[in-house]
């Protein structure tokens, strides 16, 4: 069987259509049944406009970079990519081959 992993890399304060981006692509990931979904949060980074974003100790971070990863079926991640694209405006979404060794 052939697994996907897809990654999608937003900002953490960045809006969607009902509030935070990253909680309406996990619901949108858990409405779809989707089985996992792990969000991991970066403490530096910057995207295509160049703005660096950073964990301060002086000042509240704004902006620090989220990665949602899930692995799923090729077909699976192929059906969810035309909804992600009209959810995902300003983030990055990448698709990698994964070989999946052992899962439960």
């Given at each position: 069987?052939?697994?996907?992993?897809?990654?999608?890399?937003?900002?953490?304060?960045?809006?969607?259509?009902?509030?935070?981006?990253?909680?309406?692509?996990?619901?949108?990931?858990?409405?779809?049944?989707?089985?996992?979904?792990t969000v991991?949060?970066?403490?530096?980074?910057?995207?295509?406009?160049?703005?660096?974003?950073?964990?301060?100790?002086?000042?509240?971070?704004?902006?620090?970079?989220?990665?949602?990863?899930?692995?799923?079926?090729?077909?699976v991640i192929?059906?969810?990519?035309?909804?992600?694209?009209?959810?995902?405006?300003?983030?990055l979404i990448?698709?990698?081959?994964?070989?999946?060794?052992?899962?439960?």
């Amino acid at each position: 069987m052939n697994y996907k992993l897809l990654s999608i890399y937003i900002d953490e304060d960045e809006k969607g259509e009902n509030g935070l981006l990253y909680k309406e692509v996990l619901a949108f990931l858990t409405e779809k049944g989707i089985e996992g979904a792990t969000v991991f949060k970066g403490v530096f980074g910057w995207g295509h406009d160049k703005v660096i974003h950073t964990v301060s100790l002086l000042r509240a971070s704004s902006g620090l970079p989220l990665k949602i990863e899930i692995i799923e079926k090729e077909e699976v991640i192929e059906g969810l990519l035309p909804e992600l694209k009209k959810i995902i405006h300003k983030g990055l979404i990448t698709i990698s081959e994964v070989q999946v060794i052992h899962r439960p």
